[in-house]
């Protein structure tokens, strides 16, 4: 699993790269928070696109992340063409590309 960022005009687009499962869901969570935490960002965008397979725990990861940005009064999205979208429902709100997270801010 990789984790590849860019921060780019106020929005911190996170892409996950590989397998997010119980095997390393929780470390990869940590890293996520960290970065967020050092810039400060209030946007942040994770890509899937490149996900091959996410289990629960991976999924659960997502969610209290997304959970924390909003008690944060910070905005997270899914980005995704792939079927690993439909699997936060409506939980968070999704995008098809990343240029959409521009039209937002």
């Known amino acids: 699993m990789n984790i590849n960022y860019e921060f780019r005009k ?3 687009f996170i892409r996950l790269l590989g397998n997010f499962t119980i095997n390393n869901s929780k470390k990869i969570l940590e890293t996520i928070n960290d970065i967020i935490k050092q810039i400060g960002v209030k946007l942040v965008v994770i890509n899937l696109d490149n996900i091959r397979a996410i289990d629960a725990y991976g999924i659960n990861s997502i969610l209290s992340l997304n959970d924390k ?12 063409n792939n079927c690993f979208k439909e699997k936060f429902g409506h939980q968070i709100s ?4 990343e240029i ?6």
């Open 10 to 12: 106020g929005v911190m």
């Open 69 to 80: 940005m909003m008690k944060e009064h910070e905005r997270m999205f899914i980005c995704s």
């Open 94 to 97: 999704i995008i098809n590309s």
């Open 100 to 105: 959409e997270a521009f039209n937002v801010i």
